[in-house]
């Protein structure tokens, strides 16, 4: 009960000092930013990583050892039968990589055999997984730069609002005085918690973003080498 009455009169003294209204935004800021948050860190790691459960790990581990044991077996041999083991790996991994394999593989069975076409397909494939990819991470780093200078706007407001106050109560109370203070650094502080998050998020995503990508590069360039050898030949 005193921790609910302590609650309250802070949110009674944040409106009496004018920051519950920069506060109100930052929370929602703050909420808007760690759903795209959990959003993307079940898009670039995978649902399955999220968990603690070791076998789930170990499951997940052996599929993509799978996938990758299928890939490089359609690159040695690139029939029907090894695209087709493939694209069944790719169902079983949930991942930007998979993904990527899946469209760009479907793709090059309906198109003809002209290179610039298949090298058209696999650029576009490429592209739309680096799309996806960072997809939402600009915007997460906006938030997080964001959040410290709302907290400073929420300051600098319940200062103002403090010292009108005392102007006209015609009191020079220091206790007052700092207690006003106090609330309205409240706002910076609860900024700074958000942005610090935000920011620590924000580097890990898009760490894992500039894997990602670096992995489906190499991969269609393979798969563009793959389909083109007397090209690769050439190069040698």
Same mark, same amino acid.
């Given at each position: ?5 302590? !609650?309250?009169? %802070? ?7 004018g ?9 929602l800021?703050?909420?808007a930013?760690? +759903?795209m948050?959990?959003e ?11 968990l603690?459960?070791?076998?789930? #790990?170990?499951?997940? *581990?052996? /599929? ?5 044991n299928a890939f490089?077996? $359609?690159?040695? *041999?690139g029939?029907?039968?090894? #695209? ?12 930007p990589?998979s993904? $990527? ?5 479907? #793709?090059?069975? =309906? ?6 076409e %298949?090298?058209?397909? @696999?650029? #576009? /494939?490429? =592209?739309?997984? =680096?799309?996806? @990819? ?5 915007l997460i780093?906006?938030?997080? %730069? ?5 907290g ?7 200062? @103002? ?13 220091? *206790?007052? &005085?700092?207690?006003? !203070?106090s !609330? ?5 502080? +609860?900024?700074? +918690?958000?942005? &610090?998050?935000?920011? @620590? /998020?924000?580097s890990?995503?898009? *760490?894992r ?7 489906? %590069?190499l991969? /269609?360039?393979?798969?563009y ?12």
């Amino acid at each position: 009960m005193n921790t609910f009455q302590e !609650i309250l009169d %802070k949110t009674i003294s944040l409106l009496r000092e004018g920051t519950l209204p920069v506060m109100l935004p930052l929370v929602l800021l703050c909420m808007a930013m760690w +759903v795209m948050i959990v959003e993307r860190i079940g898009y670039l790691f995978g649902p399955w990583n999220m968990l603690l459960w070791p076998p789930a #790990r170990a499951s997940l *581990r052996a /599929a993509k050892r799978r996938l990758a044991n299928a890939f490089e077996e $359609f690159l040695e *041999r690139g029939d029907d039968q090894s #695209r087709y083991q493939v694209l069944e790996n790719c169902a079983k991994v949930r991942s930007p990589y998979s993904k $990527f394999l899946r469209y760009a593989l479907l #793709r090059l069975t =309906h198109i003809g055999p002209s290179d610039a076409e %298949k090298e058209l397909e @696999i650029l #576009r /494939a490429e =592209h739309e997984a =680096h799309e996806e @990819i960072e997809k939402g991470l600009l915007l997460i780093s906006t938030f997080a %730069k964001t959040a410290p200078l709302l907290g400073l706007l929420g300051t600098v407001t319940g200062m @103002i609002q403090t010292f009108r106050v005392m102007m006209f109560a015609s009191t020079s109370d220091p *206790r007052a &005085l700092s207690s006003g !203070i106090s !609330i309205a650094l409240i706002a910076t502080e +609860v900024g700074l +918690v958000v942005s &610090l998050s935000g920011v @620590i /998020a924000s580097s890990w995503l898009n *760490r894992r973003a500039q894997v990602l990508e670096e992995e489906i %590069k190499l991969a /269609a360039m393979r798969i563009y080498q793959d389909d083109n050898p007397e090209e690769e030949g050439a190069q040698a």
